[in-house]
């Protein structure tokens, strides 16, 4: 990459569910935002469990599981027993799980979070960082997952059937005390559906090529033992190199990006098998009945960039600026009417990361998008931001636990919140003083967009495991 500045427009990783083709042929201009209710900044962290300790070290950090209120939740924490009981072991102390209400806004989780969970009865130290949510999106809800990331490693664990909990289980627990241990040599690999659209041609030059290089210098110092690999997948030229690849057994980290699949469907029971899924160049898919048995990715942790790629939302982040467009931007009208939830619809998990996450020999966790996945978020206004990911990736590779890897993108949506919640205070006090504001629209917009992008991006698995092989205190 010759240069480090590009020219970015709000592109959309998302394809229709008729043709493959992607929704958005050309991406919407930041000068159309109109004025927005901008968001309320959610609680921050004032405080964290043993700080001053390694993050990664679980009997002093601890693990938890929140299961929601009634029968059901029974039955969740019945199912993942062995895993509860394997942390217990780990961490040197007993798992009490939580039980939460269903269906929580944020308003109602951040009380829920405060009055529950950080209850001032319960020392600090007994509090575990690192929390597993059980069941969908339509129990435990996403705003409780996003309020409780504020401060938490957070992870979520969802499947249709009591075989996807009970085989994840024993996924985990026969990676975590096979011989790989300690044996296993780090391994990256970053692959692009490049399939001539705009935002993937675009996404690969602000995100993954950049990323990819970044690997490589900083390698000899950073982790000298790493295997990197990257393929780029023009038009479906190196689709079955892929394939081949993520087959093997050896454990890595993996980075896609790709358009994820919907809108256009026929029935809900068709969106929720197929929203999501992986648009390969060619235009064909990757599904999760295609992965939930053959080889992918063993014991590897997966980060998949395209919209709706963990699932999706009850309603979308983006639908108050959409709704302001519609009227003067065809495109903001497309995407609001044809690529967002229905009035009413439910939110839920993908359906791919479910099939992979229970499969025997699949990852061990899955991070991706829960709403829209733009590619705005990968730059600052023009100038390269890889390192939103590239950190992930470079914690994941060093050996941290996938939470703690996620931690370093959750990070940054916490500072943009703060810069913009300044801006909105610099206006309000404009407004006060009889004066025009000299904020930038542009500037708000643009921290508006990263900080809904950015929180949209969860972790699906236990926020505890990480790449076989690379533990890095001797657990």
Same mark, same amino acid.
């Given at each position: 990459?010759?240069?480090?500045?590009?020219?970015?427009?709000? %592109?959309? /990783?998302?394809?229709?569910?008729?043709?493959?083709?992607?929704?958005? #042929?050309?991406?919407?201009?930041?000068?159309?935002?109109?004025?927005?209710?901008?968001?309320?900044?959610?609680?921050? #962290?004032?405080?964290?469990?043993?700080?001053?300790?390694?993050?990664?070290?679980?009997?002093?950090?601890?693990?938890?599981?929140?299961?929601?209120?009634?029968?059901?939740?029974?039955?969740?924490?019945?199912?993942?027993?062995?895993?509860?009981?394997?942390?217990?072991?780990?961490?040197?102390?007993?798992?009490?799980?939580?039980?939460?209400? &269903?269906?929580?806004?944020?308003?109602?989780?951040?009380?829920?979070?405060?009055?529950?969970?950080?209850?001032?009865?319960?020392?600090?130290?007994?509090?575990?960082?690192?929390?597993?949510?059980?069941?969908?999106?339509?129990?435990?809800?996403?705003?409780?997952?996003?309020?409780?990331?504020?401060?938490?490693?957070?992870?979520?664990?969802? $499947?249709?059937?009591?075989?996807?909990?009970? *085989?994840?289980?024993?996924? &985990?627990?026969?990676?975590?005390?096979?011989?790989?241990?300690?044996?296993?040599?780090?391994?990256?690999?970053?692959?692009?559906?490049?399939?001539? +659209?705009?935002?993937?041609?675009?996404?690969?030059?602000?995100?993954?090529?950049?990323?990819?290089?970044?690997?490589?210098?900083?390698?000899?110092?950073? $982790?000298?033992?790493?295997?990197?690999?990257?393929?780029?997948?023009?038009?479906?030229?190196? +689709?079955?190199?892929?394939?081949?690849?993520?087959?093997?057994?050896?454990?890595?980290?993996? /980075?896609?990006?790709?358009?994820?699949?919907?809108?256009?469907?026929?029935?809900?029971?068709?969106?929720?098998?197929?929203?999501?899924? $992986?648009?390969?160049?060619?235009?064909?898919?990757? +599904?999760?009945?295609?992965?939930?048995?053959?080889?992918?990715?063993?014991?590897?942790?997966?980060?998949?960039?395209?919209?709706? @790629?963990?699932?999706?939302? @009850?309603?979308?982040?983006?639908?108050?600026?959409?709704?302001?467009?519609?009227? &003067?931007?065809?495109?903001?009208?497309?995407?609001?009417?044809?690529?967002?939830?229905?009035?009413?619809?439910?939110?839920?998990?993908?359906?791919?990361?479910? *099939?992979?996450?229970?499969?025997?020999?699949?990852?061990?966790?899955?991070?991706?998008?829960?709403?829209?996945?733009?590619?705005?978020?990968?730059?600052?206004?023009?100038?390269?931001?890889?390192?939103? $990911?590239?950190?992930?990736?470079? *914690?994941?590779?060093? @050996?941290?636990?996938?939470?703690?890897?996620?931690?370093?993108?959750?990070?940054?949506?916490?500072?943009?919140? &703060? %810069?913009? +919640?300044?801006?909105?205070?610099?206006?309000?006090?404009?407004? *006060?003083?009889?004066?025009?504001?000299?904020?930038?629209?542009?500037?708000?917009?643009?921290?508006?967009?990263?900080?809904?992008?950015?929180?949209?991006?969860?972790?699906?698995?236990?926020?505890?495991?990480?790449?076989?092989?690379?533990?890095?205190?001797?657990?």
């Amino acid at each position: 990459m010759n240069s480090r500045e590009k020219p970015v427009s709000l %592109e959309l /990783l998302l394809a229709r569910a008729d043709d493959h083709q992607p929704l958005l #042929p050309r991406g919407i201009a930041l000068e159309k935002f109109p004025a927005l209710p901008f968001p309320t900044p959610r609680q921050l #962290p004032d405080r964290l469990w043993d700080a001053s300790g390694d993050p990664d070290f679980l009997p002093k950090q601890r693990w938890g599981v929140v299961a929601p209120q009634g029968p059901e939740g029974d039955r969740l924490l019945d199912l993942i027993d062995p895993l509860i009981r394997w942390r217990e072991a780990m961490q040197g102390a007993p798992v009490h799980p939580y039980r939460a209400p &269903v269906g929580m806004d944020d308003v109602k989780a951040a009380r829920w979070m405060r009055t529950e969970f950080r209850k001032e009865a319960v020392d600090e130290s007994d509090r575990p960082r690192y929390l597993l949510l059980l069941g969908d999106l339509d129990g435990l809800s996403l705003e409780l997952q996003q309020v409780l990331s504020t401060n938490a490693f957070v992870g979520r664990l969802v $499947f249709p059937s009591a075989d996807g909990y009970e *085989a994840y289980c024993s996924k &985990v627990l026969k990676w975590e005390s096979s011989p790989y241990q300690g044996q296993v040599r780090p391994r990256a690999l970053l692959y692009t559906s490049k399939d001539g +659209t705009s935002a993937t041609d675009l996404a690969y030059d602000v995100l993954m090529g950049p990323s990819f290089e970044t690997l490589q210098a900083r390698q000899p110092k950073d $982790f000298p033992e790493a295997e990197l690999q990257e393929i780029i997948d023009e038009k479906g030229a190196s +689709t079955q190199q892929w394939l081949s690849n993520v087959s093997q057994s050896e454990p890595r980290v993996m /980075l896609t990006l790709s358009h994820g699949l919907g809108p256009g469907w026929k029935t809900r029971e068709q969106q929720r098998r197929l929203q999501g899924a $992986f648009v390969l160049p060619d235009k064909s898919l990757l +599904t999760g009945e295609e992965l939930v048995s053959r080889p992918f990715l063993p014991g590897g942790i997966w980060l998949f960039l395209a919209c709706y @790629g963990a699932g999706t939302p @009850g309603r979308s982040s983006y639908a108050p600026w959409l709704q302001q467009l519609r009227d &003067v931007d065809r495109d903001a009208a497309r995407v609001l009417e044809e690529g967002m939830p229905g009035e009413g619809a439910l939110p839920f998990v993908a359906a791919l990361p479910q *099939a992979v996450l229970s499969n025997p020999s699949g990852p061990l966790a899955v991070i991706g998008h829960m709403d829209l996945a733009w590619v705005s978020t990968f730059s600052d206004q023009g100038r390269l931001a890889h390192s939103r $990911f590239l950190g992930i990736l470079r *914690a994941l590779l060093q @050996g941290r636990r996938v939470g703690n890897a996620l931690h370093t993108l959750l990070r940054i949506h916490s500072e943009s919140l &703060v %810069e913009l +919640t300044a801006l909105l205070n610099q206006d309000e006090l404009a407004r *006060a003083m009889g004066r025009t504001s000299s904020v930038d629209l542009k500037v708000k917009a643009r921290l508006w967009l990263l900080c809904q992008d950015l929180v949209n991006y969860v972790l699906l698995g236990d926020p505890a495991v990480r790449v076989p092989g690379n533990a890095i205190n001797g657990e």
